[in-house]
């Protein structure tokens, strides 16, 4: 006797079964934002979330020159604030939040005198946001910008970056100078004020993103061979490091847009990295792109695309929201500047 049930059970439980498997999880459902646009439209700039406010810093203006600019953003408000500049105006600084404080490492700054150029400094500041002040620190052992920061437990620890070779006699690096690429981790601690070096990285890299999860810190994407963007390789490798052995895992898996000059956050255990440039001898873009890395499961999930591409953007987690602000929607070196007051946010809505 033929049994229907049986026999649907049979030919479409499999089906089923994939769709429910392939379905995507609830906590990836997503819509994007439109927030009040950030006041000075610049590229290069670099945001940092700390209590419950999302901080703008840097900006790289035509010819090189260094802005310094500080903004608070405050969510409740949808409002932002100018604060006072940074003591020292400089541009690829590694940010990172520190139990309420916002630390600057390293980073780039004009030649005293000659033509203009990237040259490397070893500055590392505290900025107070109650207070809006800033503080001299221990300087970075090592002179180079364009490194990521990242916070595992009460230490700091800023990786890669690029620098002068130590035989040159340049001051600074452009695309006529000698320039190094950096794997150097160093590891700062805020309590002391204090700096010890740590296991390079395997692959060394300027321009990347990084996130945190679960005490580890992952550093993502970025250039190899050089900080100038015509003549560097964009590089879609992902390296893990923990800290509590000091050790860097086997490579994990890659990100599936190599890109460079990123926005990052990190939101519910997963790294979202944004927009982005690359280029080759045929190809000069900036990224719309969107994509999750789970270390867990070590996969990337595509997310809905950001409303307007660009590169050198701020980036930071607040609430239930990733805020992606300004940039350049121009890919570097063409000597076209399209910078964007652009502000939106990708909010990650409940579970359903």
């Known amino acids: 006797m033929f049994d229907s049930r049986t026999w649907i059970s049979r030919c479409f439980a499999p089906v089923i079964l994939a769709l429910i498997l392939c379905a995507p999880a609830a906590h990836t459902q997503t819509k994007w934002v439109k927030l009040a646009p950030f006041p000075e439209p610049a590229e290069e700039i670099s945001g940092v979330a700390a209590g419950g406010k999302l901080y703008v810093f840097a900006g790289l203006a035509p010819a090189w020159k260094p802005m310094g600019m500080v903004y608070e953003y405050d969510p409740a408000a949808d409002k932002w604030t100018k604060k006072k500049p940074?003591?020292?105006?400089?541009?690829?600084?590694?940010?990172?939040?520190?139990?309420?404080?916002?630390?600057?490492?390293?980073?780039?700054?004009?030649?005293?005198?000659?033509?203009?150029?990237?040259?490397?400094?070893?500055?590392?500041?505290?900025?107070?946001?109650?207070?809006?002040?800033?503080?001299?620190?221990?300087?970075?052992?090592?002179?180079?910008?364009?490194?990521?920061?990242?916070?595992?437990?009460?230490?700091?620890?800023?990786?890669?970056?690029?620098?002068?070779?130590?035989?040159?006699?340049?001051?600074?690096?452009?695309?006529?100078?000698?320039?190094?690429?950096?794997?150097?981790?160093?590891?700062y601690d805020p309590a002391a004020n204090t700096w010890r070096e740590r296991t390079p990285m395997p692959t060394p890299r300027n321009h990347a993103a990084a996130g945190v999860v679960d005490g580890k810190i992952y550093v993502i994407g970025g250039r190899v061979g050089a900080a100038f963007i015509g003549l560097a390789s964009d590089i879609s490798v992902v390296e893990e490091y923990d800290p509590a052995t000091d050790k860097w895992g086997a490579p994990r898996a890659r990100m599936p847009t190599a890109r460079s000059a990123m926005g990052v956050g990190v939101y519910g255990g997963r790294i979202y990295v944004a927009g982005g440039e690359y280029q080759d001898p045929h190809l000069m873009a900036t990224f719309r792109a969107v994509e999750a890395y789970d270390p867990a499961t070590n996969s990337w999930e595509t997310m809905p695309s950001m409303p307007v591409s660009r590169h050198g953007l701020a980036a930071g987690v607040i609430g239930n929201r990733l805020h992606l602000v300004g940039g350049d929607v121009q890919s570097a070196g063409s000597g076209i500047y399209v910078s964007t007051g652009e502000h939106d946010a990708l909010e990650f809505r409940p579970d359903r």
């Open 86 to 187: 940074m003591t020292l105006p400089s541009h690829h600084v590694a940010f990172a939040s520190y139990e309420g404080k916002i630390y600057a490492f390293g980073g780039f700054v004009l030649p005293g005198s000659g033509p203009p150029a990237w040259l490397p400094i070893n500055n590392a500041w505290e900025y107070d946001p109650q207070n809006d002040s800033w503080k001299a620190l221990a300087p970075l052992p090592t002179r180079r910008g364009s490194a990521v920061a990242a916070v595992v437990g009460d230490k700091i620890y800023v990786i890669g970056g690029v620098t002068t070779p130590a035989a040159s006699e340049d001051q600074g690096i452009s695309p006529t100078r000698p320039q190094l690429c950096l794997g150097t981790v160093e590891e």
